[in-house]
């Protein structure tokens, strides 16, 4: 079962326009988000996380934004580079039950078209 | 700073064969880490270390995975014997402490023939 959903495989996007990466969740006790990005034969490396007492993180051109009630939250970057191309990992934790370990979703393989 | 470290980067083994992966994490880092990664699946937990205590290996199927950590820095996966669905890329990820941000190595492709 799982519990963390990126139902989107692959997303293409023109370079300049906005990229809006998808992530659902069923586990109520997730109360920390984060996504992680990664380059083929290299490991994921964290981008941006958010808490659950927020509802929308920023960090350049990457933003979080995070709805509780829909178990849901989205990875928005603007403007896209080609170098956003990537497979963006959308990752949940329930701190509340003493365990830090992230549960993964699938991954989605962004495209950024020059 | 340097990474996380691995090695072999590559792996090509027959079923029933045995194989072992080496995971060096960053310096200071008390927290490792072992994941599997399925080809289109996100990354599994198989094993999370705090110094050389394990903290949590519920994940990992103990009748054909090992690991260990004995000196509580370097660490080493081994399954023995393989299945064709071991196939996967293993990653190796440390953190400062249990708390903290987890930094991944570049991971170790398994081919199980």
Not at chain 1, 49 to 60: P, Q
Not at chain 1, 93 to 113: E, K, M, N, Q, W
Not at chain 2, 47 to 74: C, H, M, T, W, Y
Request: glycine share 8%.
């Amino acid at each position: 079962d799982q519990q963390v959903k990126q139902n989107s495989p692959s997303l293409s996007v023109q370079e300049g326009r906005i990229s809006i990466l998808n992530c659902d969740y069923t586990n109520s006790m997730f109360d920390y988000f984060l996504w992680y990005k990664k380059y083929p034969a290299e490991g994921p490396t964290f981008l941006i996380s958010i808490s659950s007492i927020k509802d929308k993180n920023e960090d350049g051109r990457f933003t979080v934004f995070l709805n509780k009630s829909a178990k849901h939250l989205s990875l928005h970057i603007v403007p896209s580079q080609p170098g956003d191309s990537a497979v963006y990992f959308c990752a949940a934790r329930a701190a509340a039950g003493g365990s830090y370990i992230p549960t993964f979703g699938r991954g989605t393989s962004l495209i950024v078209h020059p | 700073e340097a990474g996380v470290a691995q090695s072999p980067r590559y792996k090509i083994i027959e079923k029933r064969q045995s194989v072992a992966f080496w995971c060096n994490p960053i310096s200071g880092h008390a927290t490792l880490y072992w994941y599997q990664q399925i080809l289109g699946q996100g990354p599994k937990l198989l094993i999370q270390f705090q110094n050389n205590g394990v903290v949590d290996d519920s994940q990992l199927p103990k009748d054909r995975f090992s690991a260990e950590r004995l000196k509580g820095v370097d660490s080493t996966l081994k399954i023995q014997p393989a299945k064709l669905e071991d196939s996967a890329v293993y990653l190796c990820a440390s953190s400062f402490d249990l708390y903290n941000e987890q930094f991944f190595g570049p991971g170790t492709r398994l081919t199980v023939l």
